[in-house]
């Protein structure tokens, strides 16, 4: 019986189908890559690894820290002279590093969890990316003195600036229905997030 | 009559040219830009209302777009497309057809999903049978998505018209340099839907240009301010972020900028605070004075030269002083009540950075 490959699953994904066309690996997008310029990583080679067609290679790559290095400015998309778009790859590789497990295998994999946790919360608690009430200056020091001062006096700096910090009514900061909240709980269960996240706490 | 922003007779520049409706919005909020800038979005519908009499909703029901958590890997496209299409529902239920995001990680992520769904019809169908399933609810696309600095770009004609100050410093009569950031999602990932392209967007050029101030051109002019989604988020992965900030102000320094203004809330949030780290880490400062330069949103901006007060629209939730930038334009306001809460009540200051000028 024909056992599906990694290769395969990549396939299946419409970012991958829409990020590689034909890369000519001319290093344009290494060329113009944030993240290149500060970790050990080169788009193009992920793009040729992946053009290579070896599953073992490809294996190796969703087992690296290497997929997780992109930051996704998509700034490869503007510049590629073929119009691939390998950080359209790496979120195929992410998402397919994840749900086959090889997350697991690198460091930079395994921090999906901690990402996951903070965030998932601040999304299903809130109905936010991110919310007031989890930024502190001990997680976010860059946040500097003048988000201390906003901390401790919260309410009177945002009333201050006309926002609706936890209220029941539109405007900045305001307290997300529950009806809401539920839809994108509901929408997360049908769409497979919950499930990805099940599978970044099976460390 | 053509909503195009100008008239265009270089047939080249027309798939640079976008189209823009001229009323009747449902604001998508930014969950960054409602947390580190908090007023600036009831300033920005205070103008378009106020200023330019237009008519946007603003829907306590919506939530976050997912963008971070998508370009972060964290959820799933099709998890990011429904919860959009979602927005897209709501936005029909309050009777509107034009939809405008305040943030740029929505504005790409609104663009990306719906070209996802031109382009391949059958995530469409999945999205409207995944909607359906999980919140009952049906939506169509909306006639018109954009984002914020679209809108004032458009009207930056009708708004120069009204403004108290300009973009000109007080005591030599010369423009102020200004420091355009464009975050790469409003035109690096579909350069047709944004002013200008992806090379050599305008959005935020043609507002300086418009307000009086020079446009800096440096080398590092189209550089990603370092957002880097997971990057930014993993504490141990931030030097990604301050990096590529740091790319960008050596490389602006020299042409000795009097403002940064950007267009996207992460964008104009670190390029405040990485000001304030590399100057207690480092030691350097890149304003005049041991100061930094100022980082604001086109918002802002706006407000300010149309002579609203400067802590009305909340520029003392800053790291980095503005007070160069007011006494160059030399707009009136009150040093004393930068920090008093409402009504004048004495809430006392945040500690001064050990470098970085207040």
Same mark, same amino acid.
């Given at each position: ?121 601040? &999304? ?69 997030? &919950? ?9 | 009559?053509?909503?195009?922003? +100008? *008239? ?51 829907? *306590? ?14 959820? *799933? ?125 305008? +959005? ?14 440096? *080398? ?113 306001? +009150? ?19 050990? +470098?970085?000028?207040?």
């Amino acid at each position: 019986m024909y056992k599906k490959t990694l290769y395969d699953s990549l396939k299946e994904d419409i970012r991958y189908q829409e990020g590689l066309k034909a890369c000519i690996n001319c290093g344009t997008c290494t060329a113009i890559c944030p993240a290149a310029g500060v970790s050990d990583y080169d788009p193009r080679e992920v793009v040729d690894i992946v053009q290579s067609g070896s599953e073992d290679d490809l294996r190796k790559l969703l087992s690296s820290d290497t997929i997780w290095r992109c930051g996704e400015c998509l700034s490869c998309k503007t510049r590629c002279p073929r119009s691939n778009t390998p950080a359209y790859i790496i979120q195929a590789l992410r998402a397919l590093s994840i749900e086959s497990g090889l997350f697991r295998e690198s460091h930079q994999g395994r921090m999906q969890r901690d990402i996951m946790r903070t965030m998932s919360d601040h &999304m299903l608690e809130y109905g936010y990316c991110v919310y007031f009430d989890g930024i502190d200056t001990e997680k976010f020091p860059e946040q500097g003195p003048v988000w201390d001062w906003i901390k401790e006096n919260k309410e009177k700096v945002l009333e201050r600036l006309g926002c609706s910090y936890k209220q029941d009514r539109a405007g900045s900061l305001r307290a997300i229905p529950k009806s809401s909240l539920d839809d994108l709980k509901a929408i997360f269960k049908e769409t497979g997030a &919950m499930a990805r996240f099940k599978k970044l706490e099976e460390l | 009559m053509s909503n195009l922003i +100008v *008239p265009v007779k270089n047939l080249e520049w027309q798939k640079y040219q976008k189209e823009i409706a001229n009323d009747h919005y449902y604001l998508a909020r930014s969950c960054i830009r409602q947390n580190v800038f908090p007023a600036a979005e009831d300033i920005f519908m205070k103008i378009l209302r106020e200023e330019l009499g237009k008519d946007i909703f603003d829907d *306590p029901a919506q939530t976050t777009c997912t963008g971070i958590a998508y370009h972060s890997g964290l959820i *799933p496209f099709e998890t990011t497309m429904t919860v959009v299409a979602r927005q897209f529902s709501l936005m029909q239920d309050a009777g509107y057809e034009n939809f405008v995001c305040s943030c740029v990680t929505s504005f790409g992520i609104y663009s990306e999903v719906i070209e996802t769904w031109h382009h391949f019809p059958e995530t469409l169908a999945k999205t409207r049978e995944q909607l359906l399933k999980s919140t009952g609810r049906v939506f169509e696309i909306p006639k018109n998505v954009v984002h914020a600095s679209d809108l004032i770009f458009k009207f930056r004609e009708e708004l120069s018209k009204k403004l108290k100050y300009r973009l000109v410093n007080k005591e030599t009569g010369k423009p102020l340099k200004v420091v355009d950031h464009i975050g790469c999602h409003y035109a690096k990932i579909f350069p047709e839907k944004g002013i200008g392209g992806a090379e050599y967007p305008y +959005v935020l050029a043609g507002l300086t240009d418009e307000f009086g101030g020079e446009q800096v051109n440096y *080398p590092e002019r189209r550089h990603c301010c370092g957002f880097g989604f997971r990057q930014y988020l993993l504490k141990e992965n931030r030097g990604y972020s301050v990096t590529n900030s740091k790319i960008k102000f050596d490389s602006m320094k020299p042409y000795k900028p009097d403002l940064i203004i950007g267009n996207c809330p992460g964008c104009t949030f670190f390029l405040d605070r990485w000001q304030y780290v590399i100057a207690e880490m480092e030691g350097i400062t890149y304003g005049e004075g041991g100061f930094g330069i100022p980082s604001l949103t086109y918002e802002e901006i706006t407000a300010l030269l149309l002579g609203y007060n400067p802590w009305d629209i909340g520029l003392q939730v800053h790291q980095v002083a503005v007070e160069p930038l007011l006494d160059k334009i030399g707009i009136e306001y +009150v040093k004393s009540e930068k920090y008093l809460g409402l009504n004048g009540e004495d809430i006392g200051e945040p500690q001064k950075p050990k +470098v970085l000028m207040q």
